[in-house]
């Protein structure tokens, strides 16, 4: 049984064995919900049955994200070259730069490396915005204005100007290294 808190962030999960909710279906019950360090306890009082005066099971607290923020954000797709050029000019009103992974649905280590991207998004949430382009899916046009031969490729651009590239070929956690690097640079 799932159970929405008052906190939206948090979800709590509580599984009752069969004879647990055929009891709980034949007589009403109070039930409360309470969190202590992670930890959440859901407290059972039933007024028909004496014998049972309080039950207590501890359930696991499961958060999506902490106080920070998000651990992951989805990067948002660029589908022409008016897009772009939008994404460009507010990214320049702002005074931030955004990342673009020009990737393929066919290509193995963009499709591993893009659930990457995206917990990277989170780390820079609102200092850098992250798009991605699927070479297969827009224009040439677009492809050629990013000046793109291989994939996958992450580009930094800044006051709507091509900065810096990584061209992924080689293991993720050295594509996500060279992209936190290349992104220090520019905040």
Avoid at 60 to 87: H, N, R, Y
């Amino acid at each position: 049984m799932a159970v929405s808190a008052a906190n939206s962030q948090l979800l709590y999960r509580e599984i009752y064995s069969h004879d647990q909710q055929q009891k709980q279906s034949s007589t009403s019950a109070h039930c409360s919900l309470t969190v202590h360090n992670g930890v959440g306890s859901l407290w059972s009082d039933s007024s028909t049955i004496k014998t049972e005066k309080r039950r207590r099971r501890d359930t696991k607290v499961e958060a999506f994200w902490d106080a920070k923020g998000p651990t992951s954000i989805f990067l948002e797709p660029i589908t022409s070259t008016e897009e772009l050029d939008q994404v460009l000019v507010e990214a320049k009103e702002v005074g931030h730069p955004v990342i673009i992974d020009w990737m393929a649905n066919w290509c193995r280590k963009c499709i591993y490396l893009k659930p990457k991207l995206e917990k990277l998004s989170a780390e820079y949430n609102t200092r850098v915005k992250f798009y991605y382009v699927d070479v297969n899916s827009v224009s040439q046009v677009l492809v050629k204005r990013g000046n793109i031969s291989k994939m996958p490729t992450i580009q930094l651009w800044k006051d709507g100007e091509f900065k810096e590239e990584v061209i992924g070929g080689h293991k993720a956690w050295q594509v996500l290294d060279e992209v936190r690097e290349m992104i220090q640079k520019y905040i």
